[in-house]
Every structure is written in structure tokens, then in C-alpha cells.
């Protein structure tokens, strides 16, 4: 690695072409620090007894060693932000000069519109893209090319780069600005230049180290430059036009924070640990490092990812197309669970590879969802719910899949435990409602209770039957009794008293009998939560009770305690077999095809010697004859066998064993060989025999 200072024009001059890669994220810097630079400029322009100003650092892997014919672009690894919004201002600054007189066009020597273009923006003997001393990634490529060479933008265009060039363009139209001060100010930028040589220096850490100041990454952007950073360029496309670039679509219009929380959730199932939302990138590193260990791909790492991706995105982004999971994703989004999901992208993921249908998993989004909103009802503190749903998947028998949820859920002790009938009802006829965060979603879904046409309310606000007015009518007064105080403060913000309707301001806080009388009264109301409010006289603690407990009563039809005999719960909880792991623990055993080979495996492996044994584990499943000779390692496309037998004493005619010996991976012994459906597998059982004999000391 080399840095030396540079001005920032050189530079520019002098590479062939700088590439921001396409694992970069988009050009985002805003009108603020574009305004910044812009003042830093200006004041370096203005100020004679300045000879340089400081803009921070360009660091990027160059071209290779040899190569300078091949036109090979230098690839940017930090300062692509400062250096796009140069280049949007060089640009804008040409533009601007070809419109003063013709002696005015080059206010200081080497700036003229043409030395501008042919020094700092193009490259005047190439032709396609190399002609472009900067090339961006994604859409924003395209938006740049045209604005350098001063055309329309592209349908699409990135609106951040469109910005932001319109700001600096009507900078420089500013009739009292001296356009010479911006050519003296661009001249006098100076950069660390930090040249990274290929195949010797590390991008990554350099890069880790150096993106302390400016505009802060997301956790979401060190990720995809870790997974991308290292590869060949055209992997680097590859991956992230298949994987990467489709999840990101997924995302758009999400919250900022939006991925993180998904990778927060993936690595909680992968890992068993829950890192925090400012580790994740160092636990995914972690995680990446141990996945790699195994043999496995990066590639294979990204497709996993974006698998997860795009079930996270139907659950929690909206984007399911099945018409009965859809809702049932969105009442938990109305509910604000996040942490449950987790658990349920291993049941989405179950649910894909076929171990349950679309009604078992509709069930347990149910269940899930009645359990999280009953305890806020029951105002339960919230903080051990993301280990409760973390650890969740690991108490399940996947071969009774549904009846292992609800054994689950009503097997939960003290403060995890799933808020009875009784104890539900009581606190929604009680409890403060109005001031319940959940209260558009409790009163929405309470609403379409029974309805095939389902009503929003979005356009409809909350009324208090009994007015929140502490100074209450004679009228009100005599309707609640001389004790009229006390039934105002204890019933006034619970669910008996709370209704919807359009006429808020109308009702204002007229007496019950107006309120249902007049035009789009109670009366009139289309609205089910309003149903024998026409048929009262009075409105008093009577009322308000009877009301609460009819609406608890439809509560308790929604959001439903399931049931399950105690001997049945019971048997779920009995102690589990050794290592306490079943099948049903390893869902890429799971579809019938990749069971049938599994057992039939099972089966050849046991007929070897009686004595041979069968252990599952969390990560694997071991077969021991005095210890383990051979573990499976489940995988989506295949299962890879550890053998425990070294690789020179293995008689492999076909060469499809591998040695992992000092090398990181799941599983005993030093020699890897891979099993599928298209494997030959007789002639797989045989290195398995092999190990076998090995260990029993056979031939």
C-alpha cells in the first residue's frame, strides 16, 4: 500500500479511469455536503495565503502491475462520494463557462471548457465506456454519462446524482459569484492518495479502517463489500446481479435500518446468538468465516442469504403473494413483533421445503400473533420475548410440527407464559385501551370480526362514548350518578367506552341520547362496533361494563389460546433422545426424497454391525461403532460425509473424497465426501465401509 498527498485534479488526470465497483452502494451524498464542499471551495478560491485545502482521502486498488496498455481501470474503494460531486461540479463548471463571452471561457489558465473535459471528465481517444474518467455502479452509471456528456438523463435516472449536479449548477449561475474563485478552489483540493497493488494488499481492512469519517455505512453496505470485495470482477457482477441487486429491490422503500434487522434475524437462526443491532456486521464476519471453513462457497452464502431475504420481505415487507398468509403477515407487522421472525423463517422455511403446508403455517402465524398481543394487553414486560422466540425452533418435533408449537407456547412458565382466557378478558375490560399502542390494530381487527368484506379505518377516529371532558353536562351528571367522578376515571379510556366513528367533532360532548340520535349517530353507524348502541337510553357503568364484556368475549374469538390435552404436552416435554436432537431438527432431511436416501444410508450403515449407533445432534448426525466412523453434515443440496479415516489410507479410485485435515468444519475425522440423490451411492458406502473398518482395525 501506498499513500502520498495528491492534488485531487491530478489524479484525476493522470488515471485512466477510476470504477466504482458494484458491490459499492449508490452515490448518496446530499445537498449538505455537497453545500459543504462547496463552501470549502469557495474559501480555499477566495483566500490567497491558502495554498491547499484537505478533502479527506481516494483509496483504490490500481491496475496491475504490467498492465498499462490493457486500459485496466483503477477500482475505487472510499472516496467515490467526493469524488462524483468533483466530477458533477468539473462538469457543471464546463457548462457554465461555454456560456460566457469567448474571451471569458478560461478565467485561469488550464481551465477552459475543453481542457475540463479532456483532462478531468474524458478520456478523448477512447471509445464506449472507457471514454469516462469515472464510471459509477447500478443506475447511477448512466445518470453520470449523461450529464458529462451534457444530454438528456436516462429514463430512471438517479435522482441523488441529478440533485445534486441541478445544485451545483445553479451555484455557479449565481450572477455575483466569480467563476474564477471555483477554478482556484478545485485547484487547490488535495487528497491522501492510497494505492492498494492487487493480490497483496487486503481492500477490506483497508477500507474497514478508513470509513470512520463521512458519511456512515450501514451495517447492510459493510456486508455486501465483505461478500463482494475479494471476488474476481465478473463474480463480483455475477453474485450481485443473481443475489444481491434483487434483494436490495426487496428492501427498497424499507426503513434504513430495514436489512440490518433481517441479518439481525438470519444470524440469529444460524448461530443460536443474538448479536447486537452495532455487531452485526462483525458477527456475520464471524459467521462468514466458519460457513467458508465448511467448504462452503460464498456464493453459496449469498444464495442462502437472499433465500431468507425474500421470505423475510413476504412477512415482514409485505410482499406475499398468497392471499390467506398475506394478512395474517400484516396483523403481525400491525402488532410490532419483530422479534418473532426468527422463529417463523424457519417455519416459512419449513413450510417451503414442504415439512408443513400453508394452513400449519397460517396456524402458527396465529398462534405467534395472539401470544405477542395478549401479553401486551396484559401489559408483560417485553424483554425476554426475542430469547424466547430465538430459542423456540429448537423444542420442536418436526414430524408433529403443529402440535409441537402449541406444546411449546402452553408448556411456558412464569413470565413467558400465554396469558390465560380469564386473565386476557380481565385486563381488556379494565386496562387503559386508548393510550395502548396497538389500539388501531386491536380496534380494526375487533371491527372485521365475521365480515368478508373487510372495513379500514383509517378514515375513522376514536370516540369516547362518555366525553373525556373533566367539566361534564348536567345531562352526563345525572346519567352516571352522584358518584359521576369516579365512573369518568374509571371507565373513561376502557374498552367499553371506545368506539369509532366519522362524526367526532359532531358528537362532541353532547349527551348519549344526541350523540345517537343525530344524523350519522349511533344510530346510523354502519360500524359493528357500534352495534345495540341503538338501543340503549342511558349511557352509565352498566352500560359501559356489559359492552366491555361483550367486546372481550369477540377478543377471545381472535386472538385464540390454543388448546392441547396436558398428556399430550406432556409427552413433548418428556426428556428428548440423546443429544437431544431428533430428525426433525435437521429440515434438509426433511423432503421425502432426501429422507428416503437419508435412511436408506441409515439403513446400510446399521447392517455393518449391530452394535453401530445413530446419535443427532444440533449441527450433524454421528454413527459410532466404538466412536464416530462417519458424520452427516444436512446441506440443502446434498449431505456431506465426514470420514474418519485420513485420506492416504482411503482407497478412492474416483477421487471424490477431499482432505479437511487443519482446515475448519463440522464433524469428526479429516476426509470429506459429498452425498446426493445423484450420487453414486454405492460406491460412497464403500469409503463409509472403508472408515468403519478402519477404525475397528479390519482390513
Not at 113 to 119: G, S, T, Y
Not at 152 to 173: I, M, Q
Not at 240 to 251: D, I, K, S, V
Not at 531 to 560: C, F, M, P, V, Y
Given at each position: 500500500?501506498?499513500?502520498?498527498?495528491?492534488?485531487?485534479?491530478?489524479?484525476?488526470?493522470?488515471?485512466?479511469?477510476?470504477?466504482?465497483?458494484?458491490?459499492?452502494?449508490?452515490?448518496?451524498?446530499?445537498?449538505?455536503?455537497?453545500?459543504?464542499?462547496?463552501?470549502?471551495?469557495?474559501?480555499?478560491?477566495?483566500?490567497?495565503?491558502?495554498?491547499?485545502?484537505?478533502?479527506?482521502?481516494?483509496?483504490?486498488?490500481?491496475?496491475?502491475?504490467?498492465?498499462?496498455?490493457?486500459?485496466?481501470?483503477?477500482?475505487?474503494?472510499?472516496?467515490?462520494?467526493?469524488?462524483?460531486?468533483?466530477?458533477?461540479?468539473?462538469?457543471?463548471?464546463?457548462?457554465?463557462?461555454?456560456?460566457?463571452?469567448?474571451?471569458?471561457?478560461?478565467?485561469?489558465?488550464?481551465?477552459?471548457?475543453?481542457?475540463?473535459?479532456?483532462?478531468?471528465?474524458?478520456?478523448?481517444?477512447?471509445?464506449?465506456?472507457r471514454q469516462f474518467k469515472l464510471i459509477l455502479s447500478q443506475e447511477d452509471k448512466a445518470t453520470l454519462i449523461a450529464i458529462v456528456q451534457a444530454v438528456p438523463p436516462p429514463v430512471g435516472a438517479s435522482t441523488r446524482v441529478t440533485a445534486n449536479f441541478e445544485f451545483l449548477r445553479n451555484n455557479l449561475n449565481d450572477p455575483s459569484l466569480d467563476v474564477a474563485v471555483v477554478c482556484r478552489g478545485l485547484d487547490k483540493l488535495v487528497v491522501v492518495d492510497v494505492t492498494l497493488t492487487r493480490n497483496v494488499d487486503n481492500p477490506q481492512l483497508v477500507f474497514e479502517a478508513m470509513n470512520s469519517t463521512g458519511r456512515k455505512l450501514s451495517q447492510a453496505d459493510l456486508i455486501r463489500n465483505y461478500v463482494l470485495m475479494d471476488l474476481p470482477p465478473k463474480q463480483q457482477e455475477k453474485l450481485y446481479n443473481a443475489y444481491w441487486r434483487p434483494m436490495e429491490l426487496e428492501f427498497g422503500?424499507?426503513?434504513?435500518?430495514?436489512?440490518?434487522?433481517?441479518?439481525?434475524?438470519?444470524?440469529?437462526?444460524?448461530?443460536?446468538?443474538?448479536?447486537?443491532?452495532?455487531?452485526?456486521?462483525?458477527?456475520?464476519?464471524?459467521?462468514?468465516?466458519?460457513?467458508?471453513?465448511?467448504?462452503?462457497?460464498?456464493?453459496?452464502?449469498?444464495?442462502?442469504?437472499?433465500?431468507?431475504?425474500?421470505?423475510?420481505?413476504?412477512?415482514?415487507?409485505?410482499?406475499?403473494?398468497?392471499?390467506?398468509?398475506?394478512?395474517?403477515?400484516?396483523?403481525?407487522?400491525?402488532?410490532?413483533?419483530?422479534?418473532?421472525?426468527?422463529?417463523?423463517?424457519?417455519?416459512?422455511?419449513?413450510?417451503?421445503?414442504?415439512?408443513?403446508?400453508?394452513?400449519?403455517?397460517?396456524?402458527?402465524?396465529?398462534?405467534?400473533?395472539?401470544?405477542?398481543?395478549?401479553?401486551?394487553?396484559?401489559?408483560?414486560?417485553?424483554?425476554?420475548?426475542?430469547?424466547?422466540?430465538?430459542?423456540?425452533?429448537?423444542?420442536?418435533?418436526?414430524?408433529?410440527?403443529?402440535?409441537?408449537?402449541?406444546?411449546?407456547?402452553?408448556?411456558?412458565?412464569?413470565?413467558?407464559?400465554?396469558?390465560?382466557?380469564?386473565?386476557?378478558?380481565?385486563?381488556?375490560?379494565?386496562?387503559?385501551?386508548?393510550?395502548?399502542?396497538?389500539?388501531?390494530?386491536?380496534?380494526?381487527?375487533?371491527?372485521?370480526?365475521?365480515?368478508?368484506?373487510?372495513?379500514?379505518?383509517?378514515?375513522?377516529?376514536?370516540?369516547?362514548?362518555?366525553?373525556?371532558?373533566?367539566?361534564?353536562?348536567?345531562?352526563?351528571?345525572?346519567?352516571?350518578?352522584?358518584?359521576?367522578?369516579?365512573?369518568?376515571?374509571?371507565?373513561?379510556?376502557?374498552?367499553?367506552?371506545?368506539?369509532?366513528?366519522?362524526?367526532?367533532?359532531?358528537?362532541?360532548?353532547?349527551?348519549?341520547?344526541?350523540?345517537?340520535?343525530?344524523?350519522?349517530?349511533?344510530?346510523?353507524?354502519?360500524?359493528?362496533?357500534?352495534?345495540?348502541?341503538?338501543?340503549?337510553?342511558?349511557?352509565?357503568?352498566?352500560?359501559?361494563?356489559?359492552?366491555?364484556?361483550?367486546?372481550?368475549?369477540?377478543?377471545?374469538?381472535?386472538?385464540?389460546?390454543?388448546?392441547?390435552?396436558?398428556?399430550?404436552?406432556?409427552?413433548?416435554?418428556?426428556?428428548?433422545?440423546?443429544?437431544?436432537?431428533?430428525?426433525?431438527?435437521?429440515?434438509?432431511?426433511?423432503?421425502?426424497?432426501?429422507?428416503?436416501?437419508?435412511?436408506?444410508?441409515?439403513?446400510?450403515?446399521?447392517?455393518?454391525?449391530?452394535?453401530?449407533?445413530?446419535?443427532?445432534?444440533?449441527?450433524?448426525?454421528?454413527?459410532?461403532?466404538?466412536?464416530?466412523?462417519?458424520?452427516?453434515?444436512?446441506?440443502?443440496?446434498?449431505?456431506?460425509?465426514?470420514?474418519?479415516?485420513?485420506?492416504?489410507?482411503?482407497?478412492?479410485?474416483?477421487?471424490?473424497?477431499?482432505?479437511?485435515?487443519?482446515?475448519?468444519?463440522?464433524?469428526?475425522?479429516?476426509?470429506?465426501?459429498?452425498?446426493?440423490?445423484?450420487?453414486?451411492?454405492?460406491?460412497?458406502?464403500?469409503?463409509?465401509?472403508?472408515?468403519?473398518?478402519?477404525?475397528?482395525?479390519?482390513?
Amino acid at each position: 500500500m501506498k499513500a502520498v498527498d495528491s492534488h485531487l485534479l491530478t489524479l484525476l488526470k493522470k488515471s485512466n479511469q477510476f470504477v466504482v465497483p458494484i458491490y459499492q452502494r449508490v452515490y448518496s451524498w446530499t445537498e449538505a455536503e455537497c453545500a459543504q464542499l462547496w463552501s470549502d471551495i469557495i474559501r480555499a478560491g477566495s483566500n490567497d495565503k491558502l495554498g491547499a485545502h484537505f478533502t479527506g482521502s481516494i483509496v483504490y486498488v490500481a491496475k496491475d502491475q504490467g498492465t498499462n496498455t490493457s486500459a485496466e481501470p483503477d477500482l475505487i474503494i472510499d472516496g467515490q462520494q467526493r469524488v462524483t460531486t468533483v466530477t458533477l461540479l468539473l462538469a457543471a463548471l464546463a457548462e457554465r463557462l461555454e456560456q460566457l463571452p469567448e474571451n471569458e471561457r478560461e478565467p485561469i489558465d488550464g481551465f477552459s471548457p475543453k481542457k475540463i473535459r479532456n483532462r478531468y471528465l474524458l478520456n478523448d481517444d477512447e471509445d464506449g465506456e472507457r471514454q469516462f474518467k469515472l464510471i459509477l455502479s447500478q443506475e447511477d452509471k448512466a445518470t453520470l454519462i449523461a450529464i458529462v456528456q451534457a444530454v438528456p438523463p436516462p429514463v430512471g435516472a438517479s435522482t441523488r446524482v441529478t440533485a445534486n449536479f441541478e445544485f451545483l449548477r445553479n451555484n455557479l449561475n449565481d450572477p455575483s459569484l466569480d467563476v474564477a474563485v471555483v477554478c482556484r478552489g478545485l485547484d487547490k483540493l488535495v487528497v491522501v492518495d492510497v494505492t492498494l497493488t492487487r493480490n497483496v494488499d487486503n481492500p477490506q481492512l483497508v477500507f474497514e479502517a478508513m470509513n470512520s469519517t463521512g458519511r456512515k455505512l450501514s451495517q447492510a453496505d459493510l456486508i455486501r463489500n465483505y461478500v463482494l470485495m475479494d471476488l474476481p470482477p465478473k463474480q463480483q457482477e455475477k453474485l450481485y446481479n443473481a443475489y444481491w441487486r434483487p434483494m436490495e429491490l426487496e428492501f427498497g422503500g424499507a426503513g434504513e435500518g430495514q436489512f440490518d434487522e433481517f441479518v439481525r434475524h438470519f444470524l440469529t437462526i444460524k448461530t443460536s446468538e443474538i448479536p447486537r443491532l452495532d455487531d452485526i456486521y462483525d458477527a456475520f464476519k464471524a459467521f462468514t468465516a466458519v460457513f467458508t471453513a465448511e467448504e462452503e462457497t460464498v456464493e453459496g452464502l449469498v444464495a442462502e442469504l437472499r433465500e431468507f431475504a425474500r421470505r423475510y420481505a413476504a412477512m415482514a415487507l409485505g410482499k406475499e403473494s398468497d392471499d390467506k398468509l398475506a394478512p395474517a403477515f400484516k396483523d403481525l407487522d400491525q402488532i410490532k413483533a419483530d422479534v418473532v421472525y426468527p422463529f417463523l423463517l424457519e417455519a416459512y422455511t419449513d413450510y417451503e421445503l414442504g415439512t408443513i403446508d400453508r394452513d400449519e403455517l397460517l396456524e402458527i402465524v396465529r398462534i405467534v400473533t395472539s401470544y405477542v398481543f395478549r401479553r401486551a394487553v396484559c401489559r408483560i414486560p417485553t424483554n425476554s420475548l426475542n430469547k424466547t422466540f430465538a430459542g423456540l425452533g429448537t423444542s420442536l418435533r418436526k414430524d408433529q410440527y403443529a402440535d409441537s408449537v402449541v406444546a411449546a407456547f402452553l408448556g411456558m412458565k412464569s413470565y413467558r407464559a400465554f396469558p390465560t382466557d380469564a386473565e386476557f378478558k380481565a385486563t381488556l375490560v379494565s386496562t387503559d385501551l386508548y393510550n395502548f399502542r396497538r389500539r388501531s390494530y386491536f380496534l380494526r381487527t375487533l371491527e372485521n370480526l365475521g365480515r368478508k368484506e373487510p372495513v379500514t379505518i383509517e378514515e375513522y377516529t376514536i370516540e369516547h362514548i362518555l366525553p373525556q371532558n373533566e367539566h361534564l353536562s348536567r345531562e352526563w351528571q345525572a346519567a352516571l350518578g352522584d358518584d359521576w367522578q369516579t365512573v369518568q376515571q374509571t371507565y373513561l379510556h376502557t374498552l367499553g367506552n371506545l368506539t369509532l366513528t366519522g362524526y367526532n367533532s359532531e358528537y362532541s360532548d353532547h349527551p348519549f341520547t344526541k350523540k345517537r340520535d343525530m344524523e350519522g349517530g349511533f344510530k346510523d353507524s354502519p360500524l359493528r362496533l357500534n352495534k345495540g348502541l341503538s338501543q340503549l337510553d342511558t349511557w352509565n357503568a352498566t352500560e359501559i361494563q356489559a359492552r366491555a364484556e361483550r367486546l372481550a368475549e369477540d377478543a377471545l374469538k381472535i386472538w385464540k389460546r390454543p388448546q392441547l390435552p396436558d398428556e399430550v404436552i406432556a409427552e413433548f416435554q418428556a426428556p428428548r433422545e440423546a443429544g437431544g436432537f431428533t430428525i426433525e431438527d435437521h429440515p434438509y432431511l426433511l423432503p421425502p426424497q432426501r429422507r428416503a436416501l437419508f435412511e436408506r444410508l441409515s439403513s446400510e450403515i446399521f447392517a455393518l454391525d449391530p452394535a453401530i449407533t445413530r446419535h443427532f445432534l444440533k449441527l450433524y448426525v454421528a454413527f459410532k461403532a466404538e466412536t464416530n466412523f462417519v458424520d452427516l453434515v444436512p446441506q440443502k443440496a446434498r449431505m456431506r460425509l465426514t470420514v474418519n479415516i485420513p485420506i492416504e489410507s482411503l482407497r478412492d479410485d474416483r477421487s471424490l473424497a477431499w482432505d479437511v485435515s487443519g482446515k475448519g468444519h463440522w464433524g469428526n475425522g479429516t476426509t470429506e465426501v459429498a452425498l446426493s440423490e445423484g450420487s453414486d451411492f454405492t460406491y460412497v458406502l464403500g469409503l463409509i465401509r472403508q472408515a468403519y473398518e478402519y477404525q475397528m482395525g479390519g482390513d
